[in-house]
C-alpha cells in the first residue's frame, strides 16, 4: 500500500511516501543554489517532496543558511528546484516557515527585528555563523500591522512558489515556531482578539489559510502540526487537545488539501489521533519514526493517507526503491554534518547498487 499511487487533490503521486521537510541550512547567503537542486533531485522518487522550511519575510530566518522567498532572485533560483524535481517526475511542495523568537539578530538581514506573539523569550542559545552560540534574544510582541504584514508575507511567498514550479505549499505550525507560537498559551500572552481563547490563538492561522485559499486555492495548501511536542521550548496545556480538534474541524471546513501531524517527541496519545482522523476528512499524514512496516500498518489500519519519513531520506536517496526491492536501508548518518554546510552529509550518500559495489 505504502507504494501505490495516491490522489492529493488535484496532484497525483506515484507512491504514498513523503519525503519530510528537514532544516539542513545549505543555503548560502539564504539562496538556493545547485546544491540544493542536486539534493531534492536524487530524492524526486518519493510520492511527494516537502522541502525544508522556507522564510516567507526576512524576518522569519531564524538559523543560518535558511532559504527564503521574498525576492525575484529567490524565485528565479528556486525553478531550478522545481524543474529538476519534475524532470524526474517527482511532485513538490514548498514549506513555510517562519520561527519567529526562535531567532537571533546575527542570523538576520541588519536591522530586522525578531518578533513573536508576545514579549515571552527563548532560553538556552542558538547557533550563528557571524560568532558561534549565542543567547536567545528577547523578541518584540507584534502588533496590528506586524500581523497584517505576516499575512501578507504568506501570501506573496505561496503565490511565488506555485510560479516557481511548486505543487503547493506547507505551513510550518509546529515544532515551536511563530504560528504555533500563536498557538499555544503559554507562548501566546496577547490580550486582543489574536490571544486567550482556543478561538482568538487560533485565529491567525486560520486567517492565513482563508487568504491562501482565494490566493492559490485550498487544494494547494497543507499544514504541518506537532501536537505534544516540546521542541523550542513548547510544553503541554491543558487544553491542547481542544485546541487542535477545533484547528482540524476549521481546516476541514476550509478543505486544506492534507493536515501534517509530526509525533516529533513520541508524546501524542492515541485517542488524539483517532479523533483527528474522525474530524479531518481530507488526506491525512503521518510522520515520527517510522519504518517500512510501521508505515504499512498505519496505512491499511485507516490511521493515515500519507507517511512521512525524515532522517531515513538522508542517508538513502534512494529510499522507495529500496522499500520496493527490500534492499537493506543505509543507517550510517552522519549528524556532525546535518546542518553545516558543503556536499558532505547531503549530497553524497550512495544508491544501493553503489553500496553494494564500494562494499567490495
Known sequence: MLLSPYNLRHTSLNNRVVMAPMTRNRAINNMPNNLMVDYYKQRASAGLIITEGVSPSPN?????????LFNQAQLKAWKNVTYAVKEKGGKIFM?????????????????????????????????????????????????QQDIIDIKKDFVQASRWALEAGFDGVELHAASGYLLEQFISPQTNQRDDQYGGTIANRSRLILEIIEELKEAVGAERVGIKISPYGTSNGMTIYDDIDATYFHLAERFDEIGIAYLHVSDESGNIPTHFRTTVRSVFSNTLILSGGYTHGTAEDALE????????????????????ERFNKHFPLNFKLDASKFYSPGARGFTDYPVFAEEFVSSW
Not at 489500519?301 to 522507495?320: E, M, R
Open 60 to 68: 522569519g530566518y531564524g538559523y543560518p543558511r535558511v532559504p527564503g
Open 95 to 143: 514549506q513555510l516557515m517562519h520561527t519567529g523568537r526562535v531567532s537571533h539578530s546575527y542570523n538576520l538581514p541588519t536591522g530586522v527585528r525578531i518578533i513573536a506573539p508576545s514579549a515571552v523569550p527563548m532560553r538556552g542559545t542558538i547557533w550563528t555563523d557571524k560568532d558561534g552560540f549565542q543567547s536567545y534574544e528577547h523578541p518584540v510582541p507584534m502588533d
Open 301 to 320: 489500519s485507516g490511521h493515515a493517507d500519507l507517511i512521512a519519513f525524515g532522517k531515513p531520506f538522508i542517508a538513502n536517496p534512494d529510499l522507495v
